[in-house]
């Protein structure tokens, strides 16, 4: 759709377009200097743009720029990365859940929206989504099976497994290299 609107320069009205939501990112959108600067980020998220930039030999308008930009752009995002135990959250725990057809997305939404979830994945194979929680205590952990997960309409079965050693938590598993 088209609005038009006058040129004071040639006094006539000329088409413009008007701005629609950008597309998403692709890899295509992500050069190489974007690349090593989610690299760096990923070693160390609290990385000045100064030394990025020093590492990168750009300047720092340059790298501030880029990371502005993937950061708007949902590329990226610079969060914390919590220890769920440092906060007494002793269970984390894999749910597993067969959801009847068509429920599926919503099943998805509504999980996503409880605070002790961190992770929604709609999925193929044995699960149509899988989620991960955090909990304080396995009394939560029944509570949360049991009263939140049967208020939700569309669950057939789930399957819980708890971690019981978290060898490996990485924000980087190398997409800038």
Sequence with gaps: ???????????????VA???????????D????????????????????????????ASEVTVRRRIGGLVRSKVIQILPIVNPDVFGYEIVAELGLEVETGKVREVARQLAAF???FFVAVTTGKFDVVC????STRHDL???????????????????STVLDLLKRAPSWGIAR
Excluded: C, Y
Aim: hydrophobic content about 40%.
């Design 142 to 160: 029944l509570v949360f099976l049991t009263e939140k997960l049967a208020g939700i309409d569309g669950i057939r079965r789930t399957e819980t």
């Design 18 to 28: 008007r701005r629609s939501t950008p597309a998403p990112p692709t890899k295509e």
């Design 30 to 57: 992500v050069d190489d200097l974007d690349r090593a600067i989610i690299g760096r980020l990923q070693l160390d998220g609290r990385a000045t743009v100064r030394s990025i930039a020093r590492a990168l030999n």
């Design 1 to 15: 759709m088209t609005k038009t609107v006058k040129n004071p320069r040639r006094k006539r009205t000329v088409p």
């Design 115 to 117: 605070d002790q979830v």
């Design 132 to 135: 991960w929680i955090v909990l």
